[in-house]
């Protein structure tokens, strides 16, 4: 996108609804939605996404517009079809799947990963199954109907980031403590490449994987930061 203005300034509509200005023009979102923020800390955020001095932007990186203009843009009119894309990570939670061997990964995803079990657990009173090796296995039902409940609680913005954060982790659980506030950003991130992490430290990474981390980091903690202006 080429950019079109001058000043990026933010003008508040209520006590609770804020938008971004482009000059005299309403930020919209990629649909030609206006763009209208809970609170000012959110549209500040979204002010340093947009208030750069490149005359080309890349609306790409800007990961708390992209997260605003999905909910608004898409969420909004197919709340059950997102909230169904997350669901279709539980039979197949990354946190779920434990390794049969060498010994000590398998010691290392149950010290990691079995909290997040619990945690779960916790958050809708019925146990959740781990599986030895990697051929796909179901979670009872009741782990299904209990987690759409949950989600179905979240307001369109959470339902956003936990969309993108189950999609980079691979992982409804860790996504979903993440939104709990129960681990951070970089256990998230630490929990979510756990065994490409242990293979690393015995064989070591390549240069391209290594930066492509570093992408996924800088992406995950943005996304999980977004939660944090809720």
């Known amino acids: 996108m080429k950019k079109f203005w001058e000043k990026v300034s933010i003008k508040k509509i209520s006590s609770d609804s804020f938008c971004v200005m482009l000059d005299k023009r309403i930020l919209k979102t990629p649909l030609k939605r206006e763009l209208v923020l809970p609170n000012l800390n959110l549209a500040q955020e979204i002010v340093k996404e947009w208030d750069q001095n490149s005359q080309n932007i890349n609306t790409e990186s800007m ?18 079809l997102y909230i169904d894309d997350i669901l279709d990570y539980i039979d197949t939670d990354l946190i779920c799947y434990r390794a049969e061997n060498p010994k000590e990964l398998v010691e290392l995803q149950k010290n990691k990963w079995d909290p997040i079990i619990l945690l779960i657990e916790k958050y809708i009173g019925t146990k959740v199954q781990v599986f030895k090796g990697v051929s796909p296995k179901k979670q009872h039902p009741n782990v299904h109907v209990r987690l759409k409940n949950l989600i179905n609680q979240f307001d369109l913005f959470k339902i956003s980031a936990l969309h993108r954060i ?29 065994d490409e992490s242990w293979q690393a430290e015995n064989w070591g990474f390549d240069e391209e994987t290594s930066k492509k981390r570093q992408e996924i980091s800088i ?5 999980i930061s977004f939660l944090d202006f809720l």
């Open 219 to 223: 992406e995950l903690n943005k996304s």
């Open 63 to 80: 990961i708390f517009y992209g997260l605003i203009s999905m909910s608004l843009d898409k969420i909004i009119d197919n709340r059950s």
């Open 166 to 194: 189950t999609n980079i982790t691979g992982s409804i659980f860790l996504s979903l403590c993440a939104l709990k506030k129960d681990i951070s950003k970089n256990e998230i991130f630490q929990l979510s490449f756990l």
